[in-house]
C-alpha cells in the first residue's frame, strides 16, 4: 500500500468543524482511502473510506481532490468525544491478509472547550 | 457497541514466560487477525485467518503463535515472551470494507 502523510496534530475548538489533510501522491488507481481514528485504551474504529467521489456519512465528510493525490476528513461540530488519534491509509480492496491495515502515526486531534 | 471482544485487557508479566490472549468476535465474520502495536500506535500486521487458511507476517518471530478453535475465535499465544514483546495486540475482524476491532490487550513485559 501507497504511503500517507498527515500532521502529527490539529488544534480545533468544540462545535467548530476540523479539516484533517492527508496526502498521498503515490496512489494507484485502484487504492482506496480509508480513514479510522483510535481512543486510548480502545481499538481503531471505522470512520469512512472513499475511491473518487466525496463520501458523507454520520461521522464525518471525506473530500477527495480530483488528482486523488490528497483528501481532507472534515468533522462538522467537533465535540470532545471526538478527542482520538485520526489515520489516513491506503488500502487495495482485498480480502485476507492483503486486507491487512497498516497505521502511522496519525493526526491527534483535541478539541478544547471554547 | 463491543463485537470483538479481547482478554484480558491487561497483563504482566516476566520475561521468559508464556501468555495466552483471548480474541472472539459475534459478528459472523470469516477473516479475522492480530496486530501488534507499539508505542508510537504504529500498527503491524501479525496474522490473517481466512476460512481455516492462516497467513503469517514472516517478520512476525515464532513464539508467536495464533490457535484458531472456529472462525468467531483466533487466540494468540506467545512462548517465552521477551521485553520487545511489550505493546497492545489487537484482534479484528472484517467484512468488505471495515475493520472492527477488539479493546486491545496490553501486555508488559518486565
Known amino acids: 500500500d501507497a504511503k500517507t502523510t498527515q500532521p502529527d496534530s490539529m488544534e480545533s475548538t468544540e462545535g467548530e468543524t476540523v479539516h484533517l489533510p492527508c496526502s498521498h501522491a503515490?496512489?494507484?488507481?485502484?487504492?482506496?482511502i480509508y480513514w479510522y481514528r483510535q481512543v486510548p485504551l480502545q481499538g481503531p474504529e471505522y470512520v469512512t473510506h472513499?475511491?473518487?467521489q466525496n463520501t458523507t456519512n454520520s461521522m464525518a465528510f471525506l473530500a477527495i481532490a480530483s488528482d486523488r493525490k490528497s483528501s481532507t476528513l472534515i468533522l462538522p461540530h467537533v465535540s470532545l468525544r471526538d478527542a482520538a488519534v485520526y489515520h489516513c491509509?491506503?488500502?487495495?480492496?482485498?480480502?485476507?491478509?492483503?486486507?491487512?491495515?497498516?497505521f502511522g502515526s496519525g493526526t491527534k486531534v483535541i478539541p478544547c472547550l471554547p | 457497541e463491543t463485537a470483538v471482544f479481547q482478554t484480558p485487557n491487561y497483563h504482566v508479566t516476566q520475561v521468559g514466560n508464556e501468555v495466552s490472549f483471548n480474541c472472539k468476535q459475534t459478528?459472523?465474520?470469516?477473516?479475522m487477525y492480530w496486530y501488534k502495536q507499539d508505542s508510537k500506535k504504529l500498527l503491524k500486521i501479525m496474522f490473517s485467518?481466512?476460512?481455516?487458511?492462516?497467513?503469517v507476517n514472516e517478520t512476525v518471530p515464532r513464539r508467536f503463535s495464533p490457535q484458531s478453535s472456529d472462525k468467531a475465535h483466533l487466540n494468540l499465544r506467545i512462548k517465552s515472551v521477551e521485553p520487545e514483546d511489550s505493546a497492545v495486540y489487537l484482534c479484528?475482524?472484517?467484512?468488505?470494507?471495515?475493520?472492527?476491532f477488539g479493546p486491545g490487550t496490553r501486555l508488559t513485559v518486565l
Open positions: 479484528a475482524s472484517r467484512d468488505r470494507y471495515e475493520q472492527y
Open positions: 503515490t496512489i494507484s488507481g485502484n487504492e482506496y
Open positions: 472513499g475511491l473518487q
Open positions: 491509509i491506503l488500502r487495495v480492496d482485498q480480502t485476507g491478509f492483503a486486507s491487512a491495515l497498516t
Open positions: 459478528l459472523g465474520h470469516d477473516t
Open positions: 485467518y481466512n476460512n481455516k487458511q492462516l497467513i
